[in-house]
């Protein structure tokens, strides 16, 4: 089950009671990003944030709900960067949109590796909705993109890209799971696969 329990016990409505707000999720970051998900207490952020145990919870009610915050902007971030990359590609082929894509998730997987692995434990445990809302807009931009480069003939069904989005998303979850040994080599495979999949798709070669 998803839960839908706020994430704050209150708005902070003052500049100096953001600017706390502000520093604890800062210091939660921090701790994540260098120690991992076990060292981030609702004490260990006080103590980094330089505030109370007693203002944390007076906005949070428990770690978790940080965490959970922090997973959202991960997302969105994570979301912005990618649509700029896409926005930038002038491909001249199938596999070179596929090449860029993978590999922007890669350096991602690679230089957020908590992050990531605080993503996909907050899907399995049903602290996070399934992020299917964000492929469905990533996957309309991306057919955008395919269609506009004329890399898709005319008229191929959007289907066919959000298809292709949600086997990406399956083929980055399984490198996550792999570790560094295997990711590299799982989302070549992948990237491999899904040009030959979009390539039956393809606008004819002038």
């Known amino acids: ?25 800062a210091a939660a970051l921090e701790l994540l990003e260098t120690q991992g998900v076990d060292a ?13 145990v007693a203002t944390v919870y007076q906005f949070f009610p428990n770690r978790d709900a940080i965490l959970q915050e922090i997973v959202a902007d991960h997302l969105d971030r994570r979301d912005a960067e990618g ?5 930038a590609l002038a491909p ?10 993978f590999e922007f998730h890669y350096e991602h997987l ?35 993109g395919l269609m506009h480069w004329g890399l898709l003939r005319e008229g191929t069904d959007p289907l066919v890209t959000m298809v292709a989005v949600e086997m990406g998303d399956r083929l980055l979850e399984m490198a996550f799971h792999a570790g560094p ?17 979009l390539q039956a798709y393809a606008a004819p070669t002038a």
């Open 1 to 25: 089950m998803v839960t839908h329990k706020p994430l704050r016990r209150r708005q902070p409505v003052q500049e100096r009671s953001r600017r706390r707000v502000e520093r604890i999720r």
């Open 92 to 101: 001249t082929s199938l596999a070179e949109v596929a090449h860029g894509i």
């Open 83 to 87: 649509a700029a990359i896409l926005a």
């Open 110 to 144: 690679r230089n957020h590796p908590h992050l990531v692995n605080l993503h996909y434990t907050s899907l399995a445990s049903g602290l996070l909705a399934d992020p299917r809302a964000r492929r469905a807009q990533f996957a309309n931009a991306l057919h955008a």
């Open 40 to 52: 981030v207490t609702t004490r260990a952020i006080a103590h980094r944030a330089e505030v109370p």
């Open 181 to 197: 040994g295997q990711d590299r080599a799982i989302l070549t495979e992948g990237e491999r696969a899904l040009t030959q999949y």
